[in-house]
């Protein structure tokens, strides 16, 4: 058989084309089978008008993670309740008894609907990373926090 340079070229050419399609299923395979953190990105933030319709459809539980004088000074989305980032891991797997005596509400179940906010997004989504990784699939964060429901409210009352 004769091999002319335009055939090795070719042949190389398929070959790492079959080799990068081989790689990359496999690591699609592997983003679909355990996409917890990776998805999340995608769907999960809430904006102020879905915030909105989610507190009146009283199906959700909103978890305002900024530190408590936060809250104090600036004020708080109704019906939220307070976990600061830093125990937001271990609240979500305290037992419902210690989690109603600390945080005077009903502990989340997996599949319950929560929402963090915080001020402007950014601790919201390290809580929501969070409750994913624990298995609380149908966790979401509103990223426009507590700034943005502010500005909304009050032009809402003028």
């Known amino acids: 058989m004769l091999l002319t340079l ?34 999340t990105a995608v769907s999960k933030d809430v904006t102020y008008k879905e ?8 199906k959700i539980m909103l978890i305002d993670v900024r530190e408590t004088w936060e809250i104090l000074a600036d004020g708080k989305i109704p019906e939220s309740v307070n976990i600061p980032l830093g125990e937001v891991g271990e609240a979500l797997q305290m037992n419902p008894e210690d989690f109603k005596e ?24 390290k809580a929501l990373d969070t409750a994913i990784s624990l298995g609380f699939n149908s966790a979401q964060h509103y990223a426009g926090g507590w700034k943005e429901w502010a500005t909304y409210e009050r032009s809402e009352k003028k």
């Open 6 to 39: 335009k055939t090795f070229q070719w042949e190389e050419t398929w070959r790492w084309k079959a080799v990068m399609l081989m790689i990359l299923t496999l690591c699609l395979n592997s983003i679909k089978g355990n996409c917890h953190n990776f998805c």
């Open 51 to 58: 915030l909105k319709i989610l507190l009146n459809s009283k």
């Open 102 to 125: 600390k945080y005077n509400g009903v502990k989340p179940s997996k599949s319950d609907s929560l929402v963090f906010s915080c001020s402007a997004g950014v601790r919201s989504k």
